[in-house]
């Protein structure tokens, strides 16, 4: 990584989980991109459409850097990909998070991207941070102040999502742009993760585990141990190296609110789309 404006380390993994017969998640941990895509639309359609946007951003793989504009195209690009996608009438679609390595005027910045429910995490100084925030109908009544994160837990609308690549949405996405620093560790995870462990139970695995493949490989553990009703799929990125920060600015949202997504997602009641 030569040139690149952060040096990373990186590990990856996913499992089918306990109760699924198809893994519909997919995940992309090449340098200068950490992505996890979580498809809905069912076997023929959800995997399909998790892998065709997670084959269209790999094409930019190889970089020292990416921009918005960068990725914009990809998602237009995935956008196509995944709305041509169809299995017995359903509507295929697919979450996107992550982050890519950015370079601000020789700074490195990760650049978040965030479509649906799948999460990026921040782990720093100790502490844990979800810099994205959830497009579902419980986040919107939370924002709202008519829930509460411990009552999202148990909401029976906890599975639906307001935005996705394909699923009849037109799927656009969230940026933020975080100055990195030596230390950052990066969590990338489907809601097969995040459903089943709590924060605390996310931040003492990253904070145990120093090798990031391990880290990711006990993440999946503990989920399979607690149920594993999803696929679930994990990407853990270390920053070992950042270019310097003379003009810092930061754009992600302040302590991002968190709830708990069961196993299940889908595109809210009453628009087009399919589950997963």
Same mark, same amino acid.
């Given at each position: ?13 996913t ?70 996608i ?50 579902? +109908? ?11 994160? /411990?009552? =999202?837990?148990?909401?029976? %609308? $906890? &599975? !639906?999502i307001t ?37 605390q ?35 853990? +990125? ?7 920060h003379?003009?810092?600015? /930061?754009? =992600?949202?302040?302590?991002? %609110? $968190? &709830? !708990? ?16």
């Amino acid at each position: 990584m030569t040139g690149a404006p952060i040096e990373v380390r990186a590990g990856a993994l996913t499992h089918t989980g306990l109760r699924r017969k198809v893994n519909e998640d997919a995940f992309l941990a090449e340098a200068p991109l950490f992505l996890v895509a979580d498809g809905m639309g069912g076997h023929d359609a959800g995997d399909r459409a998790s892998a065709a946007v997670v084959a269209e951003f790999a094409r930019l793989c190889g970089a020292d850097s990416l921009g918005i504009d960068d990725m914009r195209v990809a998602l237009r690009r995935a956008r196509a990909r995944v709305d041509a996608i169809a299995s017995d009438g359903r509507a295929a679609g697919t979450t996107l998070s992550g982050v890519v390595i950015a370079d601000v005027g020789g700074a490195g910045y990760w650049l978040t991207v965030n479509v649906g429910d799948s999460r990026t995490y921040r782990f720093a100084h100790g502490a844990l941070e979800q810099i994205s925030v959830d497009h579902s +109908v419980v986040q919107e009544l939370i924002d709202a102040g008519e829930l509460t994160g /411990d009552a =999202a837990a148990s909401d029976r %609308r $906890r &599975n !639906e999502i307001t935005r996705a690549i394909g699923a009849g949405s037109d799927g656009q996405a969230d940026y933020w742009m975080v100055p990195a620093e030596v230390g950052d560790r990066i969590l990338v995870c489907s809601d097969g993760l995040s459903g089943e462990l709590t924060a605390q139970q996310l931040r003492e695995i990253l904070a145990d585990e120093p090798d990031p493949q391990e880290a990711a490989e006990r993440l999946i553990r503990a989920a399979l141990l607690r149920g594993g009703r999803d696929n679930i799929t994990a990407v853990v +990125v270390d920053a070992l190296a950042v270019g310097g920060h003379d003009d810092v600015f /930061d754009t =992600a949202p302040a302590g991002a %609110r $968190r &709830n !708990e997504p069961d196993s299940d997602t889908r595109p809210r009641a009453g628009t087009p789309g399919g589950t997963r």
